[in-house]
């Protein structure tokens, strides 16, 4: 989680060349997103064991097409969340190399879930990483990703920027962590050379609500992280 925040960081210094002082992508200001469900959501993606190839584990089809996700008991948590609310998107998961390897890395129990979005193993820019994680990120919040974003409580010692965007920028990091547009633009703030790079390339979407959100709502109020 922490190295997710992290990245907004470095957000902060596109939100202040993307947005200026006027014209952020929700019109500024303080924030509230249509896309929040709850304060308990994170990122990430759906899981399969950390065998994710395991047959034991794989979606099959009917022959009308639609997905069926057999139940398992060897089946942690997430893998089982995510095949009981997510079917057809695991079932498309289970069929794609990066996908696969994403679900590898949420279930291996090494790295953080949240972590595999920043470190590369999750790559968002995949549309069935993208399906997958918009998914489970709604219902498998405290199975497959350590109970989610969490805005409380404060930390005294912790990081300014940080700080200030738990406190006054909450439900547009919760709308974030919650939409594979915008988690895929904190990991490109993260860990580009140059944070431009990220409206260039399209990694962050400014007309994507979640994104156009957190960049207004960190420009507005967290003057802090453009120090």
Known sequence: ???YLLGLSALAALSYIGCG??????GGGATTSSSVVSSSSATGT????????SSSTTASSTSSGMAVCPPDPMDDACTACAKDTCCNEYDACAGDAECTQCLACITGGVTAPADCVTNGE???ADPEVAATYNCTVQTCADECYEGGFMCMPPDPMGDPCLE???ADCCTAGEACFQS????L???CAQTAANPMECLQTGACDLADPATGDIFACVNDSCGVCLM
């Open 1 to 3: 989680m922490r190295q």
């Open 21 to 26: 002082d006027d014209t952020g992508a929700s």
């Open 46 to 53: 759906s899981s399969s064991s950390s065998t994710a190839s």
């Open 122 to 124: 999750c790559d968002l």
């Open 164 to 166: 200030c965007v738990k």
């Open 180 to 183: 594979a547009q915008c988690a």
């Open 185 to 187: 633009c904190i990991s």
